[in-house]
């Protein structure tokens, strides 16, 4: 039911639904929220495979990433999920359990306590290790303009664990 | 002799070169200047694809990206330039011509003022758009403790062009 996979082989994939529709950004709390996320990518740093992923200090999952330190990130290969990723796009986590919503299944993670979209089929476990408060002043005007106020803060997520799941066996 | 490609379709080989031997990472200057990278990647930001290279402020190419606002990336696929790469990771511009004490071939770059690595196949043109300075509070301290201080600039680089090159060309 799962089978463990380098991530590489993967790198082209999620570039392309990260910017065709979005990923499932997936944190803890009192319940569980995900999030749709466009932007990010996998990067390395200190010698870590790094997820960066931005959330805006408005967002819900701003302030559960800050408890939780942890994350994870949930990639449709086949699955049609683009209704649950627009939605998770547009609403937030305080006025709806999303999970429930739209009946998405919570599947628990297997190495950090954090779920994952049990909906997709390529999931990542990241561990938090540094982060980026965004500095408007190094920014250029011209995307400042277009996509701010209401700053991002750059989470660099350690990958710990990447596996694909067959969304099928709910 | 030049051929235009997605990148995406090479985001496994730039990652499996980072962190395999270094790319090499080009600024303007007075004199042209490459030091090799071993960390960083492509990601996507703003709605533009975006290649993050970290450079530390003691580096001479600090000083150089901050003036230049842009840098070129090249990536060796099959070219032999190992022995480049640990030279470049070691030594600084400050002390050396590097392009002449390797015999490296600076190529202009097709879309920004900055050359290339001729004797490498893959190369990305980029264009700083954003650029964070580290906050060592936000990191985890074991990172902190084995790789600073001397803390990273992450530089943010639009990719304007991405290429392939024929290293026998020159």
Chains 1, 2 share one sequence.
Not at 111 to 135: A, Q, S, W
Request: aromatic fraction near 12%; charge should be negative; hydrophobic fraction near 30%.
């Amino acid at each position: 039911m799962y089978k463990d996979v380098q991530f590489e082989k993967y790198m082209d994939t999620v570039y392309n639904r990260l910017t065709n529709g979005g990923l499932f950004l997936t944190v803890k709390g009192s319940r569980p929220n995900t999030m749709t996320i466009g932007w990010g990518g996998i990067t390395h740093f200190w010698g870590r495979a790094i997820f960066i992923v931005p959330v805006r200090e408005s967002r819900h999952t701003f302030g559960l990433m800050e408890d939780s330190r942890e994350f994870t990130v949930s990639v449709p290969i086949r699955a049609d999920v683009r209704d649950s990723l627009n939605f998770c796009g547009t609403h937030s986590g305080r006025d709806f359990d999303k999970f429930r919503e739209l009946g998405l299944t919570a599947v628990p993670g297997r190495r950090i306590d954090t779920p994952i979209v049990g909906e997709c089929e390529l999931h990542f476990e990241c561990g938090v290790v540094y982060k980026e408060t965004m500095n408007p002043k190094n920014l250029i005007k011209k995307i400042d303009d277009k996509h701010y106020p209401d700053y991002h803060t750059m989470y660099y997520g350690e990958i710990l664990d990447c596996y694909l799941r067959d969304p099928d066996a709910q």
